[in-house]
């Protein structure tokens, strides 16, 4: 059983983890815009682990006994700068984002819904490595600056593929 509360917060961080996908939809398109294929393929694939993130709450507020409910999405950003603050902004998208889960796992502790604590440690450790690969792929962008070490890296990233996780 889900409160009205709980049940709340989980819609909103489905919703949440939709717009997280449009935003990396948005990035990969201004990437292949911008003539970055690897850059483009790495948010690509970026775009359908947040759409799978977001079918996993879908999925769960429904078996849980409560209603998943479509919201309005904001549109994202679409263009940037250079890829460096492409990618900071995701870095500080997760950040939020793993902010954002934390506060719904306070929640849960709060209510004693240890079933809903349960469905969100995945998400607890998720965020631990979704803030590790876009920050490995900022530091890197640091390092290469805008020379032709960019153009290595495009095709580094661009090897990125997204297969859901087994044990989801
Ligand atoms: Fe679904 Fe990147 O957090």
């Known amino acids: 059983m889900l409160s009205e509360k709980l049940e709340d917060a989980l819609n909103e961080q489905m919703n949440w983890e939709i717009f997280s996908a449009n935003l990396y939809l948005s990035m990969?398109?201004?990437?292949?815009?911008?003539?970055?294929?690897?850059?483009?393929?790495?948010?690509?694939?970026?775009?359908?682990?947040?759409?799978?993130?977001?079918?996993?709450?879908?999925?769960?507020?429904?078996?849980?006994?409560?209603?998943?409910?479509?919201?309005?999405?904001?549109?994202?950003?679409?263009?940037?700068?250079?890829?460096?603050?492409?990618?900071?902004?995701?870095?500080?998208?997760?950040?939020?984002?793993?902010?954002?889960?934390?506060?719904?796992?306070?929640?849960?502790?709060?209510?004693?819904?240890?079933?809903?604590?349960?469905f969100l440690q995945w998400f607890i450790s998720e965020q631990v490595e979704e803030e590790d690969s876009v920050s490995d792929a900022v530091g890197k962008l640091k390092l290469v600056g805008d020379g032709g070490g960019l153009f290595m890296l495009d095709r580094d990233l661009g090897t990125r593929v997204f297969t859901p996780p087994t044990n989801a």
Do not use: C
């Open 28 to 118: 990969s398109s201004h990437f292949a815009h911008e003539g970055l294929a690897g850059f483009a393929a790495w948010m690509n694939a970026q775009y359908q682990e947040e759409m799978f993130h977001a079918m996993r709450f879908f999925n769960y507020i429904n078996n849980a006994g409560g209603h998943a409910k479509l919201g309005a999405i904001d549109a994202p950003q679409h263009t940037w700068k250079t890829p460096l603050a492409a990618f900071e902004d995701a870095l500080e998208h997760e950040k939020g984002v793993t902010a954002r889960i934390n506060k719904i796992a306070d929640l849960a502790v709060e209510e004693r819904n240890h079933a809903v604590g349960i």
